[in-house]
């Protein structure tokens, strides 16, 4: 299973954009990377997902480089809602969550 | 559309008593089905997987169990609780080709 590094804690102001970069140096070739969100007392909630290449949504910017063993979840003009802890999640059958990152944003 | 649904949703047990958390998902077929568990403050740990009925793969061996009696139904059981048993339980489905997991409303366990 591919382990996952994220950055334990990220702070940003309202406006901001917001990259958090997650390390998973032993992906499978048939895995996606997905990106979830979590507020407190509440279960994941899907964000992006991507394979290679560069995906967007209506949320979310996704960077991953040819090599695969990172991505970069990019969060444009946050807002004070945007608070909460981030998880890449690398993966197809069996998908493993690391720490996740917790993004505070400040006024 | 599909929804996931787990229950109880807090509960208070004591030390020794058994455990039974449900979930299941409709919507859908065959669906890959897990449990995880995050302490308070912690990230997500992968408890138990299972792919069809009766076929349940564990991650962390430790003081529970899970079994699917039905294609859509999930259940986490333990015979008898521990303290380290206390956390937030969710359960995930995901379709069977799918990438993406889809996460329930979690279960507040609290062992005393």
């Known amino acids: 299973l591919a382990k996952t590094t994220q950055p334990i804690s990220m702070d940003s102001y309202e406006g901001q954009e917001v990259n958090i970069t997650c390390s998973h140096n032993?992906?499978?070739?048939?895995?996606?990377i997905t990106w979830y969100q979590q507020f407190p007392s509440q279960g994941p909630r899907f964000i992006i997902q991507?394979?290679?290449t560069k995906v967007t949504n209506e949320v979310a910017s996704l960077f991953i480089p040819a090599d695969r063993k990172s991505s970069t979840l990019s969060l444009p003009r946050v807002s004070l809602s945007d608070t909460a802890v981030y998880y890449c999640?690398?993966?197809?059958?069996?998908?493993?969550f690391g720490q996740g990152t917790r993004l505070t944003i400040n006024p | 559309s599909q929804t996931i649904h787990q229950w109880p949703a807090t509960l208070v047990q004591p030390v020794g008593s058994p455990l039974s958390l449900e979930c299941t998902v409709e919507?859908?077929?065959?669906?890959?089905l897990y449990w995880y568990r995050q302490a308070a403050g912690r990230g997500l740990q992968l408890l138990f997987y299972?792919?069809?009925?009766?076929?349940i793969s564990s991650e962390v061996p430790q003081n529970l169990s899970a079994s699917r009696p039905q294609d859509r139904q999930f259940i986490l059981s333990s015979k008898k609780l521990l303290l380290s048993d206390s956390g937030f339980y969710l359960c995930?489905?995901?379709?069977?080709?799918?990438?993406?997991?889809?996460f329930g409303e979690g279960s507040w366990l609290t062992v005393v």
């Open positions: 995930a489905w995901r379709a069977g080709g799918g990438n993406t997991i889809y």
């Open positions: 032993n992906i499978a070739t048939n895995d996606y």
């Open positions: 991507g394979y290679k």
């Open positions: 999640s690398p993966g197809a059958q069996k998908l493993v």
């Open positions: 919507g859908t077929s065959n669906p890959n």
């Open positions: 299972s792919v069809g009925i009766g076929q």
